[in-house]
């Protein structure tokens, strides 16, 4: 027997049942399409408020640092947060302590900044993004967050720069006192041990002329020298003049020759120039350069008064007695001599004793001049460190001086808040073709689960695709009266109820977007909560 062949198009089956249950398709796309409208009604609509700043190098501002920081700082909950409080905001006012936290959150999520800066440019742009229901209000909010944050950003550069320049006039006092100080504690050590104030510190590079202990000393010790010298030669001098007056006679008799040619004069200049070389050549060492040369000279004097000695002629012999004139010349030389020596003496006493005394005192002043010496330097060094710190502090307040300045003002505002005529979110439309869609896969899921719901055969159809057989007819469907009742009123139902519920969704929704007071306040009410809900 031959089998039947199925000819049908599933296509043209599911339009079958489709059209078989249009109702079922229709009711679920008209619910969901009314719901999603009154939704797109509903829904709190928001306006997209925009402000544009160029930020630009002036002064000491760091635009760089500042713009890359801007969407942390402005978007700060610290700082919405005390915005909210300064616009005394009604919706966050009335909030609880909790409540207030996660709306200035819901706010946050709301405010969008955005750095742009060209390649090679010095100036950035920051695009300040907030979106709220309220339009009025969104522009206050953002005008009152770009000044806040500029004027942090200025006042942080001044606040810096004149906490700086705060410091350093707290170290110029401080460094100031301690000059003070140093220059009193000079003061007390110089009135406490009679040292001018202004005189320079035995031992240093300059002389201290006007110290009258170590003047007296340095004198006393330059005239110990030449006394020393004087002195030695003296000695000498007396020595040769003794030595002269011990081989002269003191009188001249008749046994005694009568002087020739004696030339004593010549020998007694030449052993005064003797005595002075010998002076000379003390002073001197065998190295140094001038020593030879004098020894020299002392050896061709010596010599020259040995030749003069032989060159003395003998007299006659006379018996004549006379007091030896060259003896009484030798003995006034020797007394002067001696009397030389010994003032020289006395005056090498005095010298040696004052210059004991005077090392003494300047002993005792070791370590005051130490100390004056330490003080003077420290001294030097704050005078420098106070002139360096002049000079930062003088910069520093004239840095802040200028940032007071608007020149200084590195921001520029592009662009001002202002009004849109149109929310920009959420879109209606999109609302509503969502919900349009959203319903009509509703109803077409209804649709083919109660079609294919069911584990029987459905049509003919159904039954020629199982079985060898060939369907030779088919008999329709007999209902009842009663169930025609049935099904007539159970559709009346929940047609009437559909309706119902469209209807009332539909006219809330035209009466709270055209006259919300044709609705109870508890209505209002209630939508008002969706409201807070969805926003």
């Known amino acids: 027997m031959a089998v039947q062949i199925e000819s049908r198009v599933l296509l043209a089956e599911y339009v079958e049942v489709f059209g078989r249950r249009r ?3 229709i009711l679920p796309a008209l619910l969901v399409l009314t719901f999603g409208t009154a939704l797109a009604v509903v829904i709190p609509k928001k306006y997209l408020v925009t402000t544009t700043i160029e930020v630009r190098p002036v002064g000491a501002n760091q635009p760089g640092k500042e713009t890359d920081n801007a969407p942390n700082q402005i978007r700060a909950l610290e700082r919405i947060r005390r915005l909210l409080e300064r616009l005394k905001n009604p919706e966050y006012l009335a909030l609880r302590s909790t409540e207030q936290f996660e709306f200035v959150k819901d706010v946050q999520s709301n405010v969008k900044v955005r750095v742009e800066k060209p390649p090679g440019a010095t100036s950035s742009t920051l695009v300040i993004d907030y979106a709220d ?6 522009v206050e909010f953002v005008k009152a967050l770009r000044e806040d944050w500029k004027k942090d950003v200025v006042d942080a550069d001044k606040n810096k720069v004149e906490d700086e320049a705060g410091r350093l006039n707290e170290a110029v006092a401080q460094i100031d006192i301690a000059r ?8 007390r050590l110089c009135q406490r041990n009679k040292i001018s104030a202004e005189q320079i510190i035995p031992g240093g590079t300059e002389r201290r002329a006007e110290d009258p202990d170590f003047a007296r000393l340095q ?4 005239k110990l020298a030449e006394v ?3 002195l030695g030669r003296a000695e000498l001098r007396v020595g040769n003049l003794e030595q002269l007056l011990g081989d002269t006679p003191e009188k001249l008799s008749e046994e005694q020759l009568r002087e020739g040619v004696s030339h004593s004069s010549e020998i007694l200049e030449i052993e005064s120039k003797i005595v002075d070389l010998n002076a000379d050549l003390a002073r001197y060492r065998p190295q140094h350069s001038k020593y030879g040369p004098i020894l020299a000279r002392i050896g061709e004097l010596e010599k020259k008064r040995e030749n003069i000695r032989r060159m003395t002629t003998r007299g006659e012999q006379t018996s004549v007695t006379v007091t030896n004139p060259r003896y009484l010349d030798l003995q006034h030389q020797l007394e002067a001599a001696r009397l030389e020596r010994n003032v020289l003496a006395d005056t090498q006493k005095k010298l040696q004793l004052s210059i004991e005394e005077d090392t003494q005192n300047l002993e005792a002043r070791y370590l005051v001049y130490n100390e004056i010496r330490w003080r003077s330097a420290n001294r030097s060094r704050l005078d420098e460190q106070l002139t360096a710190l002049s000079l930062k502090r003088d910069e520093k307040a004239l840095q802040a001086q200028a940032l007071k300045s608007r ?3 590195p921001f520029s505002i592009l662009s001002e808040p202002t009004k849109p005529e149109n929310p920009t979110e959420p879109n209606p439309w999109l609302i509503v073709g969502f919900s349009l869609v959203a319903g009509l896969g509703l109803g077409l899921a209804i649709a083919l689960a109660g079609e294919y719901g069911r584990n029987c055969f459905r049509s003919v159809h159904d039954i020629g695709r199982v079985m060898v057989a060939p369907v030779l007819g088919s008999i329709g469907n007999i209902l009842t009266q009663r169930q025609r009742r049935v099904r007539s009123v159970r559709r009346m139902v929940v047609g009437t109820c559909s309706a119902i519920v469209i209807c009332a969704v539909a006219f809330v929704t035209w ?10 306040a508890q209505l209002r009410a209630r939508i008002e909560q969706v409201r807070d809900k969805l926003r």
């Open 407 to 409: 020149l200084n003002d």
């Open 219 to 222: 004198s006393a010790k330059d």
């Open 23 to 25: 109702w079922q398709l």
């Open 180 to 187: 003070q100080q140093e220059d009193d504690a000079i003061t």
């Open 133 to 138: 229901v309220d339009v009025d209000r969104a």
């Open 511 to 520: 009466a709270w977007a055209r006259n919300p007071d044709l609705l109870s």
């Open 228 to 230: 020393q010298l004087d």
